[in-house]
């Protein structure tokens, strides 16, 4: 079975400073990787996904994600947050066979502070 | 392209009643997943269904149930509501298979239900 680990529960953070939000995951199987945000009384909206290619992706807002397949790590990187930044950020994974299901880690929150 | 809407927004039940919760997709995409989201957790996958049937599903029991209808709009059915089904339930609805081997879903605001 497939599970996402996200180890920070939050991350607090200075505005302007570089962040790394922590994703593993479990899989026996090939997978695709994906990271959401969710702001307060929003639904998910996609940030950034890894199908195949290059390891490292980059998705909207300036984050970028490396696939680690030895690590089994997808970790989401920004070199400079913004106070817009501040909301919750989940870690997915889904069989690249069965790609309808994903699978959520429990979310990391990132705080951004002035 | 109008995005996934669902509604209610928020609602309030009693432990024991049933619930349904109405999902509009978008335009052009054939299936729908629904997911339940506790408080301070990630999304748990409820089900998916495709061209009106369910298409898979998740470690939910039986009285968590679907329909897909032609016009895209979708509902979630939940009976005999327990305390812990107190939580937001998001809608997904996603496109075709791409050329990459996956549909992409796009997730509504989902709808917060409270069980008293």
């Known amino acids: 079975a497939q599970s996402v680990t996200q180890l920070d529960s939050q991350v607090p953070v200075f505005e302007e400073a570089p962040v790394e939000l922590r994703c593993n995951y479990s899989?026996?199987?090939?997978?695709?990787l994906f990271w959401y945000v969710q702001y307060p009384n929003q639904g998910l909206q996609l940030l950034l996904k890894y199908l195949s290619g290059s390891t490292l992706v980059k998705g909207i807002n300036g984050f970028e994600a490396e696939f680690n397949k030895s690590q089994t790590s997808f970790h989401l990187r920004k070199p400079s947050v913004h106070i817009s930044d501040t909301a919750e950020y989940f870690c997915?994974?889904?069989?690249?066979?069965?790609?309808?299901?994903?699978?959520f880690g429990s979310g990391t929150r990132l705080l951004v502070r002035p | 392209e109008t995005g996934v809407t669902q509604s209610p927004t928020h609602l309030i039940k009693t432990r024991g009643q049933q619930v349904t919760l109405r999902c509009s997709s978008q335009s052009g995409h054939n299936t729908v997943s629904w997911y339940q989201q506790a408080l301070g957790q990630g999304p748990q996958f409820i089900f998916q269904?495709?061209?009106?049937?369910?298409?898979g599903r998740g470690n939910f029991p039986p009285r968590f149930s679907g329909l897909q209808f032609p016009n895209y709009s979708s509902e979630l059915n939940v009976n005999a509501l327990e305390l812990d089904d107190s939580a937001l339930y998001l809608c997904?609805?996603?496109?075709?298979?791409?050329?990459?081997?996956?549909?992409?879903?796009?997730f509504g605001p989902g709808t917060r239900l409270t069980v008293l």
């Open positions: 997915a994974v889904t069989e690249v066979d069965s790609s309808y299901k994903l699978i």
């Open positions: 997904a609805s996603g496109t075709p298979l791409l050329a990459e081997g996956y549909n992409e879903q796009f």
């Open positions: 269904y495709y061209r009106e049937e369910e298409n």
């Open positions: 899989s026996s199987v090939s997978v695709y």
